[in-house]
Nanobody
Framework: QLELEESGGDSVQPGGSLRLSCEVS????????LAWLRQAPGKEHEVVAA????????YYDDSVEGRFTISRVKAKKALYLQMNRLGPEDTAMYYC????????????????????WGKGTQVTVSV
């Protein structure tokens, strides 16, 4: 029932910043988790940041090293990813993903937990 749509991807220079947005449509009554996944060419999907929708608790992958901030505004049914000090290693397709499932332990920090996906937005960091 939920639909996700990302926006904000762009081509930027190293050291630059981007703010990704995700619009959530549908009933969020049972929404448990939202996350930002990314896939670089030739690499597996990875969760870079995740948030528990009802509580606001967050998770970050070590690779973002405090550079990224995930947030949500429940009243607007919106998810954001603020990305600072971007480097070429951050080049990837970024996906907004969601799950209405119950997480056992750290499942919500792994890509396989999420079954509702947006279509993605491309982030390219290069000179």
């Amino acid at each position: 029932q939920l639909e996700l749509e990302e926006s904000g991807g762009d081509s930027v220079q190293p050291g630059g910043s981007l703010r990704l947005s995700c619009e959530v449509s549908g009933n969020t009554y049972n929404l448990g988790y939202l996350a930002w996944l990314r896939q670089a060419p030739g690499k597996e999907h990875e969760v870079v940041a995740a948030i528990i929708w009802p509580t606001g608790d967050t998770y970050y992958d070590d690779s973002v090293e405090g550079r990224f901030t995930i947030s949500r505004v429940k009243a607007k049914k919106a998810l954001y990813l603020q990305m600072n000090r971007l480097g070429p290693e951050d080049t990837a397709m970024y996906y907004c993903v969601a799950s209405e499932r119950y997480s056992i332990g750290g499942e919500w920090t792994r890509p396989t937990f999420y079954d509702i996906w947006g279509k993605g937005t491309q982030v390219t960091v290069s000179v």
